[in-house]
Every structure is written in structure tokens, then in C-alpha cells.
């Protein structure tokens, strides 16, 4: 069976392991391993001296210095090929994972946003709607939100991995409703994903600002428009849901070259 060769930078190789076993790093660096396979993949972790990391598949996603192949742990997480210089004919395609689809996760700013103007909660308490919350926002099924796998006091860090649960599934049910058509850089989509967090994943596919999108209308001109309408709750204008749109209005405007939908791709 052909072996690994793993390289972290430009130092030696380390010792090296078939595909699903150990793969040992030995170098002064840390090799950052992300939630999915691409740059703006949250860091879930890293790797550093004597770390010993199991490959167990490989995906294509963004590209770092012109390779699109990146490496999923034991982890869970998935490391870019740019520092492994792995060669392994017989690695296997990661199941469930697809470089033709839009970005999971939002950008940092993104996240921050949704935090801002959330809230911390550490233990169940109703919002202003009267249900239970914990976290970042995150709406309970539960009266005491016994579905959260933690107990409470609920950490910050808890919750912004709760938060970032929450987001997989605000840009899963986004990325059903807007046309593949549509072109949304990651700041405009973790706009979006904000603003849909705060409305509901029902009001924002049936919105007027989904249906201008899907009609091939300019998404920045879209947004200017459509996100500050967003800010009556019960009858009354809101100061905080016209702050928080006119925040999502911003980050919706930052230039970048990383696209999230209809495809997940670093910029340059």
C-alpha cells in the first residue's frame, strides 16, 4: 500500500502512515483543520508537534496555492493539501462532502453579528416572542431546552458552537430557496444568514427580498432595499431591528472575492 508523505511548510517530512492510520507531525507550526474543505471553514482545531492526526478521506473544495484537495481528519475536520503533500492513490472520496455546493458556515463577521444582536443566555429563558432560548438566539423545542446536549450554565463557548449548528441549517434552507442563479459573495450570503436567523427560515424564503433575488435583480440594490423593511415586530418600529439591519445592509456591501452560493470558493 502506498504511503503518506506528510510535510508541514517547508520543513522535513515526518513519519508517515496508509490512508486511516497514524499520521505524525513533527514540526514547530500548527496546521490549522477547518469544518469544511475550504478557507472560511471555521478552525475547529489544530495540529502541531507530535500531534498524531489520522487521514481518513479526501475532498475537493476551495483552492489554497492551486490545489483544490483537502484532507479529512479523524476529527472530523478537514486540513488543506497545500501542507500535506499527501500522495495516496488509494485515499477514498469523502462521502458527504460536494465542492458544488454553497457555503454551510458564515465568516466570522458574520457570526459576530448574529451574537451582537442576540445576546448571550446562559440558562432557558423566553425572547421576546415568549419562547425559550439559550445561547445565541437558538429557539428551544423545549420548555427547558432539555434538547440541548449541554448542561446550564450554558459557557460563551457553548453557545457559539450551538450558534454555529444554528447556522448550518439557516443557510441549508437559504440555499433551497435562492436560485442557483444567483451569485452572493460570503459576506452578502453571511448577511442573508443573519438577517434569515432573526426572521425565521419560513418568512425569509417567502420574502420579497428571496423573490427579487430568484427574478435576477442586483443583489447589493436588493438588499439596500428589502433588509431594512425588516424592522416592525407586534405593529411597532424597533431600534434594535433597525440597527441590526442596517449592520446586515454593511457586511451585505464589504467587497470580497470569496464566494459562498451557488458555490463555495475562496477568493484570492
Known amino acids: 500500500m502506498k504511503l503518506f508523505q506528510v510535510v ?3 520543513l522535513a517530512a515526518s513519519s508517515c502512515g496508509a490512508a486511516g492510520e497514524n499520521v505524525r507531525i513533527e514540526d514547530g507550526q500548527r496546521l490549522k483543520c477547518r469544518s469544511a474543505p475550504n478557507g472560511d471553514g471555521l478552525v475547529l482545531r489544530s ?4 500531534d498524531v492526526m489520522d487521514i481518513t478521506c479526501k475532498a475537493y473544495g476551495s483552492a489554497v496555492s492551486g490545489t483544490r484537495v483537502w484532507h479529512r481528519t479523524s476529527d472530523g475536520c478537514f486540513v488543506t493539501d497545500k501542507y500535506l503533500a499527501v500522495s495516496n492513490g488509494t485515499e477514498p472520496q469523502c462521502a458527504d462532502t460536494d465542492s458544488s455546493e454553497p457555503c454551510r458556515e458564515i465568516v466570522s463577521d ?3 453579528l448574529i451574537e451582537r444582536y442576540e445576546g448571550y443566555i446562559s440558562r432557558p429563558r423566553p425572547d421576546i416572542t415568549g419562547l425559550p432560548t439559550i445561547g445565541y438566539g437558538h429557539e428551544c423545542t423545549s420548555l427547558d431546552c432539555a434538547e440541548v446536549p449541554a448542561e ?22 437559504l440555499s433551497q430557496a435562492i436560485d442557483r442563479g444567483v451569485k452572493l459573495n460570503t459576506n452578502q450570503w ?9 426572521v425565521g427560515c419560513s418568512m425569509a424564503t417567502q420574502s420579497q427580498l428571496v423573490a427579487r433575488l430568484n427574478r435576477g435583480e442586483e443583489p447589493n440594490s436588493v438588499a439596500a ?10 405593529g411597532k418600529r424597533r431600534p ?8 446586515e445592509v454593511k457586511l451585505f456591501h464589504t467587497p470580497t472575492t470569496s464566494m459562498a452560493f451557488p458555490l463555495c470558493v475562496a477568493g484570492s
Open 240 to 247: 434594535d431591528l433597525v440597527s441590526r439591519r442596517a449592520d
Open 190 to 198: 453571511a448577511a442573508l444568514t443573519s438577517w434569515a436567523a432573526n
Open 110 to 112: 458574520g457570526l459576530a
Open 152 to 173: 446550564f450554565p450554558f459557557s460563551r463557548g457553548q453557545a457559539h458552537e450551538l450558534l454555529r449548528m444554528d447556522v448550518r441549517n439557516i443557510t441549508k434552507c
Open 225 to 234: 432595499l428589502e433588509l431594512p423593511r425588516w424592522r416592525i415586530f407586534h
Open 8 to 10: 508541514l511548510g517547508m
Open 47 to 50: 495540529y502541531g508537534d507530535r
